[in-house]
């Protein structure tokens, strides 16, 4: 059975995803970006340069008509598109950033014919996908960091925007 996605919604979506994980990196209390519950967890703030890169990685290399993430090098191939923030990066400027990207990459996603989204291409995993499938995954990725990133913010004693949201709604 098929099914029609649409693609405009699902960059709207990886935006909303996004304007919460910039407003979480505003969120968190002055200078504990690099806050690390356990030792063998990544930091606050290595986690949003992770979101950051890996969607720009991916979207580039999905702009740029890459269909096999499997092959050799395609993580180093990635690279080319990650930004060169400073480590000391202010938490405004983080976000902004976060904002910025990812209103590019959806800009020139959005300029693609459907066609694009219908071929098929590889995962990292070696699995068969659409172009669509991999841009739904890229959202998915980073709906998972950002709900680590909202596990940080709650053992700081802050409520993540989702749930002020709807606390303000009610």
Not at 17 to 38: H, I, K, N
Not at 74 to 82: E, I, P, T, V
């Amino acid at each position: 059975m098929d099914f029609m996605v649409r693609l405009d919604q699902i960059l709207d979506s990886w935006k909303a995803v996004r304007a919460d994980v910039a407003q979480a990196v505003l969120d968190m209390p002055a200078g504990e970006l690099s806050f690390r519950p356990t030792p063998d967890l990544m930091t606050y703030g290595e986690l949003a340069r992770h979101i950051l890169n890996a969607g720009r990685g991916l979207a580039g290399l999905l702009l740029d008509g890459e269909d096999n993430l499997a092959a050799p090098g395609a993580r180093d191939r990635m690279k080319k598109y990650f930004l060169p923030l400073a480590d000391d990066v202010s938490p405004a400027d983080f976000a902004r950033e976060l904002n910025r990207s990812v209103e590019t990459d959806c800009a020139a996603l959005a300029g693609r014919p459907p066609e694009f989204f219908a071929e098929m291409m590889t995962r990292f995993d070696g699995q068969r996908i659409t172009r669509m499938e991999m841009l739904l995954f890229t959202k998915e990725h980073e709906l998972t960091h950002r709900s680590q990133m909202f596990t940080y913010l709650r053992l700081k004693g802050v409520v993540p925007p989702t749930t002020r949201r709807k606390m303000a709604a009610k």
